[in-house]
Each structure stands twice: as structure tokens, then as C-alpha cells.
């Protein structure tokens, strides 16, 4: 017997009104969030979304509770860059680091620590999965990347961000990551300076560490000195996007 196939449009209209149904029942990190207000407020479009919509890479990652933190959101890789420039800055609380961006920007920009806490700020907690396979749920809070991309105002030929990171690897290779716009001004992509409330600590990435969260750990540089903005990679270490990227991981590690 020949069984129809399930309908986009009843899925469609299940994942909307279940959406609909959290909103009703007060469901704060989902309804908090700017995606889902978004999508709730288009009532007059609603018959346009698809399904393509809700499973873009406009789609939010999974925020949770402060119920839901691990008690001990643990280190991976470089725990504190033995770089001397990076140990001077660390020694006087980093109230000497700036954050460069350069590249193909209008304004090259530095942002200090004081001036990147004083933009819009936003606050998060979601779950880091790490290859090497271990989650913990974490607090972020920082300011979006979008918002420091708005005051450099990157040039219509710009592609990709990277962030330049302070450690080097066993290779004496310089990490770094990079993502292309889309990742860049989605609203959970953010620069993070606090984790669990708290300036975040050296072993997971001070003064400031991106957060990409529908992406995997390795993803989320740490110790950023620098970011880029670039239209290839190939004049950068291996060319390939990133310092895993180098040894052959996914440049995309995303959903
Ligand atoms: N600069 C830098 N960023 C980095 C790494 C690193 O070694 N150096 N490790 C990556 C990996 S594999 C993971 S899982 C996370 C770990 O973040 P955490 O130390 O806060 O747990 O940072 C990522 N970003
Ligand atoms: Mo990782």
C-alpha cells in the first residue's frame, strides 16, 4: 500500500504552533530569545515561512537554565597562552589589550575591554560539544559580533571573519577560526568577556573568546587578539580556514 509522504505543510504548522504554544506558556530562554520573537511577530507572513525557514542558519541554537549549568565548565587545549605579550597584558587584568579589526573593513577599529563592555550586550546559556567528546553548559555573556561589525562596517566584498588568536599549538602554529556572514550576525554570535557571571577566566579564552553556538567547540576561538575580515583564506597558515581546518576538520561544523 502506497503511503503518502509527511506533509511539509502539517510539519510546518506543528512547529509553529508548538512555538506558539511555549510562547503561551511563558517559556523564557525560548520566547527571550530574538529569533523566536522575530518569527512569532511576522503573524501576517506566517503562511510564507518555511520549512527551510525554522531549520536555516538563522535558526537558534538550544538555550537553557541556570538550573541546567555545569558546575564546572572545564578547559580544552591551550589553558593559558605562554606568549609574552599575552602573559604582560594577563598581569595588569588586560586593561591594556584592544581588540584590532582590520582587513576589508571601512574603519580599521580597535575596541578596548571597558569599550566592548559598554556595547549591547547580550547573555546566553548553551551547551558546548567538544569532538573530543565532552558537553558542558555555560553562561555567556558578551557583546555581539554583530554589533562590532556594524562600527567597522565591513566592505561589500567581505566573506569571512577570522579571529587571530594569542597561543600557539605543539606545531608553533598560531590558532585561529574563522566563519563566513551568516554565522557572523546571527544574534547568538557573540563575544564573550564573563562566564557563569564572572570575567572569564584564562583557562577558557580571557580577555575575550567568540561563542558560535550552532557550532562545535574547536570552533570557539579563545584569546583573541585580532579579527579579520577577508574575502579567501589562502594568505592565512595552511589556507584552510582555521587551525583544525589546517589538519583536515570540517571547516563547517555546524547543523
Ligand atoms: N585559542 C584557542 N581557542 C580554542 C582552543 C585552543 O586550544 N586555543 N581549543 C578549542 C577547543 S577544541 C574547544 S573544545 C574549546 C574549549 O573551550 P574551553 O577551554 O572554554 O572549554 O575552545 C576551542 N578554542
Ligand atoms: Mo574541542
Known amino acids: ?9 502539517g510539519f510546518l504548522v506543528s512547529a509553529l504552533s ?5 510562547l503561551l506558556s511563558g517559556c523564557d530562554a525560548l520566547t527571550n530569545s530574538d529569533g523566536v520573537r522575530k518569527l512569532l511577530g511576522l503573524g501576517e ?16 541554537a538550544q538555550e537553557f537554565t541556570e538550573a541546567d549549568l555545569s558546575p564546572d565548565f572545564r578547559s580544552n587545549g591551550t589553558s593559558n597562552p605562554g606568549d609574552p605579550v599575552y602573559q604582560a597584558l594577563a598581569s595588569t587584568g588586560f586593561v ?14 580597535r575596541f578596548t575591554l571597558a569599550q566592548l563592555r559598554s556595547m549591547r550586550a547580550r547573555t546566553q546559556i548553551t551547551r558546548h560539544d567538544c569532538v573530543e567528546g565532552w558537553s558542558a553548559i555555560g553562561k555567556w555573556t558578551g557583546v555581539p559580533l554583530s554589533e562590532v561589525l556594524a562600527a ?8 569571512f571573519v577570522v579571529f587571530h588568536c594569542a597561543d600557539r599549538m605543539d606545531d ?9 556572514m551568516d ?3 546571527h544574534p547568538q ?3 564573550a568577556y564573563e562566564l557563569n557571571g564572572r570575567p572569564l577566566p584564562i583557562r577558557n579564552g580571557a580577555p575575550l573568546r567568540v561563542r558560535i553556538e550552532r557550532q562545535l567547540g574547536y570552533k570557539m576561538a579563545k584569546y583573541i587578539m585580532r579579527i579579520e575580515l577577508v574575502d579567501s583564506f589562502t594568505h592565512i597558515a595552511g589556507g584552510k580556514g582555521g587551525y583544525w581546518e589546517d589538519q583536515d576538520y570540517e571547516w563547517y561544523a555546524g547543523i
Open 183 to 185: 554565522d557572523a550576525l
Open 152 to 159: 567597522a562596517e565591513p566592505k561589500p566584498t567581505a566573506r
Open 172 to 180: 608553533g602554529d598560531l590558532y585561529y577560526e574563522s566563519i563566513d
Open 1 to 9: 500500500m502506497k503511503r503518502n509522504p509527511p506533509s511539509r505543510r
Open 45 to 60: 507572513r506566517l503562511n510564507q515561512v518555511s520549512q527551510h525557514a525554522l531549520t536555516s542558519r538563522k535558526a537558534m
Open 96 to 109: 591594556d589589550w584592544a581588540l584590532r579589526v582590520d582587513g576589508l573593513v571601512k574603519h580599521e577599529s
Open 18 to 22: 508548538s512555538a506558539g504554544a511555549l
Open 189 to 191: 554570535t557573540i563575544l
